[in-house]
């Protein structure tokens, strides 16, 4: 079966630090790749995708994403975090244009 | 333009009990999807609807049915409640790769 794997938990940033979480996917023909986010109390937010093309996504408010194929990974990344980045981040997967899988998500906690 | 509905948005329910969580969306969507939402496991997928008349099982479908009365309602029922079930359900609708999100229903069985 197809897996997703978010290997930080939870993580702790100062303001302006710089932020990188991993998603790892299993092998599984064509993905599609995605990073949403969810505030709490609130609903999940799409925040970039990937679809083909390049690489290197930028999404909304400021996030990019890299997709690195032998690797099998999409980490993303922010220069400079916000408080208002504290949220929970999740990566998911689209399988053969058929179902979609997530991973188990990360908790990202910014001090101001 | 309400996008995805859900209803309830809480719900508290004895062990036993029954219930059905509705679903709505107004996109014209072909494709509908049920997750729940778990600590540390981030979303599940409960059952899948590609189309108007079909339904698929997902990841964890035991202990749950559904039905995709027309196009824009899918609906998700727990016939006898068990405490493994509390959770907050994710109603999604789709189109082309991207998914849209309800804004969900918290679940508790006692």
């Known amino acids: 079966a197809q897996s997703v794997s978010q290997h930080n938990h939870h993580v702790i940033l100062s303001e302006a630090a710089s932020l990188e979480l991993g998603c790892n996917y299993s092998?599984?023909?064509?993905?599609?790749l995605f990073w949403y986010v969810q505030y709490p109390g609130q609903h999940l937010q799409l925040l970039l995708k990937?679809?083909?093309?390049?690489?290197l996504v930028k999404g909304i408010k400021g996030f990019e994403a890299e997709f690195i194929k032998s690797k099998f990974s999409f980490n993303l990344r922010k220069p400079s975090v916000q408080w208002s980045d504290t949220a929970e981040y999740f990566c998911a997967v689209l399988y053969n244009f058929n179902k979609f899988y997530f991973g188990s998500g990360t908790k990202l906690n910014v001090k101001p | 333009n309400a996008g995805v509905t859900q209803t309830p948005k809480f719900q508290v329910l004895k062990t036993g009990q029954s219930m059905t969580l509705q679903c709505a969306q107004d996109?014209?969507?072909?494709?509908m999807y049920w997750y729940r939402q778990d600590p540390g496991m981030g979303l599940r997928l409960i059952y899948y609807?590609?189309?108007?008349?079909?339904?698929d099982k997902g990841e964890v479908p035991n202990g749950y049915n559904v039905s995709r009365l027309n196009k824009r309602e899918f609906s998700l029922r727990l016939e006898s409640a068990a405490p493994s079930q509390t959770s907050v359900y994710f109603c999604?609708?789709?189109?082309?790769?991207?998914?849209?999100f309800g804004p969900g229903t918290r679940l508790t069985v006692t």
């Open positions: 990937y679809f083909s093309g390049d690489p």
């Open positions: 999604a609708s789709i189109r082309g790769k991207e998914q849209y």
């Open positions: 996109m014209n969507h072909n494709s």
């Open positions: 609807s590609a189309s108007e008349g079909t339904t």
């Open positions: 092998y599984g023909g064509t993905v599609n």
